[in-house]
């Protein structure tokens, strides 16, 4: 049941014929998917952008050290870089995978928004674990974002429930008795 006022109930869209509902609830995806597509082209953008210009920073801080008569040790520098590239180069492809579940979303929308919010999460988590400063960083985005992909699964949900009413629905019309769940 949505609480969205400008959707009709499940029971309302039950009476439409069959695909005007449906119509109706996929529009209510319209914003998760939009969603999905902004996390993954910034997560992408973002990242992409750290990892072409790690190199450069890193040398600017090198010779910054060296002017400064500090030694550096370039094999643990070097392994360094590795890190941070592999860490990178995870959430560019986490961006792309928001991406898919974007365009997912209409054929699998409870699958697609459950597993976008895990994935959200997970990453502010291991960005955390990575780097505790990155918690504040972006604060709002992630608030927003969060809020966004949590009530995507409820949209989702009740999209869900629309297309189980409505085959029933149509089960029941064409006089056949309706599958009996494997248990």
């Known amino acids: 049941m949505s609480n969205d006022p400008t959707l009709p109930s499940l029971d309302e869209l039950t009476q439409l014929p069959t695909g005007i509902g449906k119509k109706i609830y996929r ?5 998760p998917r939009a969603l999905m597509f902004v996390i993954g082209i910034l997560t992408v953008a973002i990242n992409g952008f750290g990892m072409a210009r790690l190199r450069n920073d890193v040398e600017a801080v090198i ?26 180069g995870g959430f560019v492809a986490l961006g792309i995978v928001f ?18 919010l895990v994935l959200f999460l997970g990453g502010i988590a291991i960005s ?21 992909l949590a009530e995507a699964i409820r949209s989702a949900v009740s999209y869900r429930r629309l297309e189980l009413r409505q085959n029933a629905k149509q089960i029941a019309e064409a006089g056949q008795s309706p599958p009996t769940p494997i248990q």
């Open 27 to 31: 529009r209510s995806l319209q914003e």
């Open 128 to 148: 955390a674990i990575v780097d505790p400063t990155t918690i504040a960083q972006g604060g709002l985005f992630k608030i927003i974002a969060t809020v966004g």
């Open 63 to 88: 010779e910054q050290h060296e002017a400064e008569g500090h030694d550096v040790d370039s094999a643990k520098l070097e392994r360094s870089i590795r890190s941070i590239q592999l860490i990178n």
């Open 99 to 116: 991406i898919a579940l974007g365009l997912a979303i209409n054929s699998y929308p409870v699958p697609t928004t459950l597993l976008a």
